[in-house]
């Protein structure tokens, strides 16, 4: 997982494509629950309406499999949003627990996400290239890292609490 991560942050044009792709496949399972769905819905609105989502699902999801490089563009768009979201949310947040200790955490991960928000927004379309690839890439990297501590830290333990050997 580490070397993914890397790989992921050295070329993130690959990534961000590959993370596209895998949203599009998604969308695609999705439209067929969808659809299959429909059949078990009651009324003519319930089943129409999940109808034309399910091909909604499917349409999108087609057009970002022909066309990654579009959807890797929206999707750079959705993850700006998301992160400007975010950090209104770690705002209120932090505001609302000020009281304790750990919220200066709050507000530094607030600040964090509102500043790779701007970045990303400001250097639209051109962070369709690196954002959703370098992320990616940061989060594998973190996740890899955090389960070669905790496999370390429970291998420590282990032998820690094991009983000594006789001499």
């Not at 629950?33 to 009324?43: D, K």
Request: contains cysteine; aromatic residues 12%; charged residues 10%.
């Amino acid at each position: 997982m580490i070397l993914a991560g890397l790989f992921a942050i050295v070329v993130p044009p690959l990534a961000g494509i590959a993370a596209t792709l895998l949203v599009a496949w998604l969308l695609e399972f999705c439209g067929v629950a969808h659809i299959l769905y429909c059949w078990h819905r009651r009324g003519v609105g319930g089943v129409l309406l999940e109808l034309l989502v399910g091909v909604l699902y499917l349409a999108v999801g087609f057009y970002i499999l022909v066309n990654p490089a579009a959807g890797l563009a929206s999707l750079t768009v959705v993850l700006a949003f998301y992160l400007f979201i975010e950090a209104i949310l770690e705002f209120i947040l932090a505001f609302n627990l000020r009281q304790l200790k750990g919220s200066g955490w709050l507000w530094a991960d607030g600040v964090v996400d509102l500043v790779l928000a701007a970045m990303i927004w400001r250097t639209w379309p051109l962070s369709a290239v690196w954002a959703v690839g370098t992320l990616v890439g940061v989060g594998i990297l973190f996740t890899a890292f955090t389960r070669l501590m905790l496999t370390l830290e429970a291998r420590r333990a282990a032998t820690d609490a094991a009983p000594p050997t006789p001499s």
